[in-house]
């Protein structure tokens, strides 16, 4: 059993996350979307709202499930049986981070394989902020991402 996580914030998850998810579900047995619960981010949604929302975007992946974790990534992917850990890459500002973050997670445990995935170009400017930005004043986001979190997102502004 192949399985990997997908690490992040997701606050909310969007059409770019799915697109990510999308494409490794079909490389490997099992995604698990793994949601940060205390990282440094304020979030606007809660980490089980972040958790209903993913799943509720996902349901039409049947090897995709989702957990909130607060600790080291390192540490969920080895808990879990994972043989990795899949992120996303939009732009060369992503890549210093990300090499980063993939350079430390090796010398935390050097079983578990980063690896990167582009997206659809579509999606390529796409993130939570500017989805959450344009929803905010008042703009229209269904291209962006699923009907649910459309709708969440919605909720939260009109409140
Ligand atoms: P973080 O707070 O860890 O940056 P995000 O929830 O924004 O997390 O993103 C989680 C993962 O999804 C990261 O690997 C990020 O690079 C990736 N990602 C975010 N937006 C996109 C997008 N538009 N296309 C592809 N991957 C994306």
Redesign the pocket.
């Known amino acids: 059993m192949k399985r990997i996580i997908?690490?992040?914030?997701?606050?909310p998850?969007?059409?770019?996350?799915i697109?990510?998810a999308h494409r490794a579900s079909h490389l490997f047995d099992e995604l698990i979307f793994v949601v940060?619960v205390n990282?440094e981010?304020t979030t606007l949604f809660t980490a089980a709202e972040r958790e209903r929302l993913i799943s509720e975007s996902t349901g039409h992946l049947s090897n995709v499930r989702v957990k909130s974790f607060d600790g080291l990534v390192v540490n969920y992917a080895k808990e879990s049986g994972a043989i990795g850990i899949?992120?996303?890459?939009?732009h060369v500002s992503?890549f210093e981070f990300?090499f980063q973050m993939a350079m430390m997670n090796y010398n935390l445990n050097p079983d578990i394989t980063s690896m990167f995935?582009?997206?659809d170009e579509k999606?390529?400017?796409?993130?939570?902020t500017v989805v959450k930005d344009v929803a905010r004043l008042g703009g229209d986001i269904t291209d962006y991402v699923p009907d649910v979190v459309k709708q969440a997102l919605l909720a939260k502004y009109k409140a």
Request: hydrophobic share 30%; net charge neutral; aromatic share 10%.
């Open positions: 997908y690490p992040g914030t997701f606050d998850i969007h059409n770019g996350h697109n990510i940060a990282n981010k899949i992120r996303g890459l939009r992503d990300e995935m582009m997206p999606y390529i400017h796409l993130n939570s």
